[in-house]
C-alpha cells in the first residue's frame, strides 16, 4: 500500500479535488489507471502536460485554446453577423454539443454580481461592445443561466447595446434556476430556436 507522501497518493488526492469525483471515485481512477498504463497514464500524463503548457483563453471570444484565436474564432464560415453571450467556457461547449448555432460566442467568465464584486470591467463587458463594432453583428443572442444574476446581466447587456443590433434571449426549455452546462442537447436547440427579443 502507498505511503501517506507517495506519488500515487498525490495523485489520488488531487484526482479526489475534480469535480465530480471523491477520495473513494479518485482511488479507483487511479488504479484503473495503474492497471492500464501504456494504454491511459502515460497518455494522459503526456495530454495534461500538453495543456498545460499550451491552453489559454482566446483573445477574442474567451474560449479555452491552444493558440490566440481558438477553432471558432478562426473559422471564416462562422461570421455571420451573430454572436452568442454565454457565462463561461462549460456553455459555450454545451451550446456545440447542440449543433444548433453557427456564429460566434462571446464568453463573460461570470455574471454581474455585487456580493462578489464582479463589475463590468472583470466580465470584458467593453471587449464584447469592441466586437459589437468591428465584427459588424446584427444579432446578440444572451444565451445566460436563468439565475438572478444571469438575468441581471442579461438586462445589462440589452440596455448598453445600441439600437440596430437585435438583441434576442433563449427560450422555452431553459428552466429558471437551470444552467446550460446540465442541459440535454435537445433542451438547448429548442431554446435556442425558441429564442425571443429582449
Known amino acids: 500500500m502507498a505511503g501517506p507522501?507517495?506519488?500515487?497518493?498525490r495523485l489520488i488526492t488531487l484526482m479526489a479535488k475534480l469535480p465530480g469525483l471523491g477520495p473513494r471515485s479518485a482511488r479507483r481512477a487511479v488504479l484503473y489507471m495503474i492497471r492500464k498504463r501504456a494504454l491511459l497514464l502515460i497518455?494522459?500524463?503526456?495530454?495534461?502536460?500538453?495543456?498545460?503548457?499550451?491552453?489559454?483563453?482566446?483573445?477574442?471570444?474567451?474560449n479555452v485554446a491552444t493558440d490566440d484565436l481558438c477553432e471558432i474564432c478562426r473559422d471564416p464560415r462562422r461570421q455571420n453577423g451573430t454572436i452568442c453571450v454565454v457565462e463561461d467556457v462549460a456553455d459555450l461547449w454545451a451550446m456545440e454539443r447542440s449543433?444548433?448555432?453557427?456564429?460566434?460566442?462571446?464568453?463573460?467568465?461570470?455574471?454581474?454580481?455585487?456580493?462578489?464584486?464582479r463589475g463590468?470591467?472583470?466580465?470584458?463587458?467593453?471587449?464584447?461592445?469592441?466586437?459589437?463594432?468591428?465584427?459588424?453583428?446584427?444579432?446578440?443572442?444572451l444565451a445566460l443561466n436563468a439565475t438572478v444574476d444571469g438575468q441581471t446581466?442579461?438586462?445589462?447587456?440589452?440596455?448598453?447595446?445600441?439600437?440596430?443590433?437585435?438583441?434576442?434571449?433563449?427560450?422555452?426549455?431553459v428552466p429558471v434556476g437551470g444552467e446550460l452546462d446540465y442541459l440535454d442537447d435537445g433542451t438547448i436547440t429548442a431554446a435556442m430556436l425558441a429564442r425571443k427579443g429582449v
Open 5 to 9: 507522501d507517495s506519488a500515487i497518493d
Open 43 to 62: 497518455p494522459l500524463a503526456d495530454a495534461l502536460s500538453e495543456v498545460a503548457q499550451t491552453a489559454r483563453n482566446c483573445v477574442n471570444c474567451g
Open 99 to 117: 449543433h444548433v448555432f453557427q456564429g460566434r460566442y462571446h464568453v463573460l467568465g461570470g455574471t454581474l454580481s455585487a456580493l462578489e464584486d
Open 120 to 141: 463590468p470591467d472583470e466580465l470584458g463587458l467593453p471587449r464584447l461592445i469592441q466586437r459589437l463594432e468591428s465584427e459588424e453583428v446584427e444579432e446578440v443572442i
Open 153 to 173: 446581466t442579461a438586462h445589462y447587456i440589452a440596455d448598453m447595446i445600441e439600437d440596430g443590433v437585435m438583441v434576442s434571449s433563449l427560450a422555452q426549455g
